[in-house]
């Protein structure tokens, strides 16, 4: 936990937190699960500073020096980062999905890794990350709406998405990709014009280019899709269940 003076100090007034940090330069500030939502941390010296899950939500980090600052699991969400210093900052687990003025040049200099949630826009340095596992429990459990397909991995090319199914989608068909659907959870009905085929836990079913399918899930099933990174959830039909931009989880 936070040291109380500390979060205390910084939410009063950054100039005060500023001069202390320059007449105490050894001491390493901790932030750790601090409050910090709303903030106003304009240019605040927080370099070194453990801010280890903390709450930095629409918290205005314009210009603060976060230089090797530990941000593992913080909540970054909206918050404001124009003029950021991330050199060397750890950005594992943190979620600055929203995060605004965030620069790719800033994020390359951050340390990070497949937990870590950017901004739209923001590439994932390739330095963060050779090799990545991911866990289908956990990025199951990160979403509950139905039929909107998230990407968790990219190989040349194709990528691997999870969704959730409950319900009738629409019928549709992809002109030039096939679609692998594996279920790991649940039992989807996969209809086609000429029959139907039930795909159990465990199972798959790739269907092929230029075929009509239609995917009901009489209760919800949890599938992973692989397929060509082209690939529109509705294919040939576009409306309100068309999802052009998948989010990311991994
Ligand atoms: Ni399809």
Same mark, same amino acid.
Do not use: Y
């Given at each position: 936990?936070?040291?109380?003076?500390?979060?205390?100090?910084?939410?009063?007034?950054?100039?005060?937190?500023? #001069?202390?940090?320059? =007449?105490?330069?050894?001491?390493?500030?901790?932030?750790?699960?601090? /409050?910090?939502? $709303? +903030?106003?941390?304009?240019? =605040?010296?927080?370099? $070194? #500073?453990?801010?280890?899950? #903390? @709450?930095?939500?629409?918290?205005?980090?314009?210009?603060?020096?976060?230089?090797?600052?530990?941000?593992?699991?913080? /909540? %970054?969400?909206? #918050?404001?980062? %124009?003029?950021?210093?991330?050199?060397? =900052?750890?950005?594992?687990?943190?979620?600055?999905?929203? +995060?605004?003025? %965030?620069?790719?040049?800033?994020? /390359?200099? +951050?340390? $990070?890794?497949?937990?870590?949630?950017?901004?739209?826009?923001?590439?994932?340095? =390739?330095?963060?990350?050779?090799?990545?596992?991911?866990?289908? &429990?956990?990025?199951?459990?990160?979403?509950?709406?139905?039929?909107?397909?998230? *990407?968790?991995?990219?190989?040349?090319?194709?990528?691997? &998405?999870?969704?959730?199914?409950?319900?009738?989608? *629409?019928?549709?068909?992809?002109?030039?990709?096939?679609?692998?659907?594996?279920?790991?959870?649940?039992?989807?009905?996969?209809?086609?014009?000429?029959?139907?085929?039930?795909?159990?836990?465990?199972?798959?079913?790739?269907?092929?280019?230029?075929?009509?399918?239609?995917?009901?899930?009489?209760?919800?099933?949890?599938?992973?899709?692989?397929?060509?990174?082209?690939?529109? /959830?509705?294919? @040939?039909?576009?409306?309100?269940?068309?999802?052009?931009?998948?989010?990311? %989880?991994?």
């Amino acid at each position: 936990m936070a040291n109380p003076e500390h979060e205390d100090m910084i939410r009063r007034d950054v100039d005060t937190w500023n #001069a202390w940090r320059q =007449a105490d330069p050894g001491v390493r500030p901790d932030l750790s699960c601090a /409050n910090l939502q $709303g +903030a106003d941390l304009t240019m =605040a010296n927080l370099s $070194g #500073a453990l801010l280890t899950g #903390a @709450n930095l939500v629409l918290a205005n980090l314009r210009g603060a020096d976060l230089r090797a600052a530990d941000l593992g699991g913080a /909540n %970054l969400v909206g #918050a404001r980062l %124009l003029g950021v210093d991330l050199v060397g =900052a750890n950005l594992s687990g943190a979620d600055l999905s929203t +995060a605004e003025d %965030l620069v790719q040049d800033d994020v /390359n200099e +951050a340390c $990070g890794d497949e937990t870590t949630v950017l901004p739209e826009g923001i590439a994932r340095p =390739a330095h963060w990350l050779a090799i990545k596992k991911v866990s289908l &429990k956990a990025v199951f459990s990160r979403f509950v709406d139905h039929w909107q397909p998230r *990407i968790v991995a990219d190989i040349h090319g194709v990528q691997v &998405k999870v969704v959730k199914l409950l319900g009738e989608f *629409i019928w549709h068909q992809h002109e030039d990709e096939d679609e692998l659907f594996l279920v790991v959870k649940g039992r989807l009905l996969m209809r086609f014009r000429d029959r139907e085929i039930a795909v159990e836990e465990g199972e798959f079913l790739v269907v092929p280019r230029g075929i009509e399918h239609q995917s009901v899930a009489e209760q919800e099933c949890e599938v992973v899709l692989i397929e060509p990174g082209t690939t529109l /959830n509705t294919g @040939n039909v576009r409306n309100e269940r068309t999802v052009t931009e998948p989010e990311r %989880l991994a």
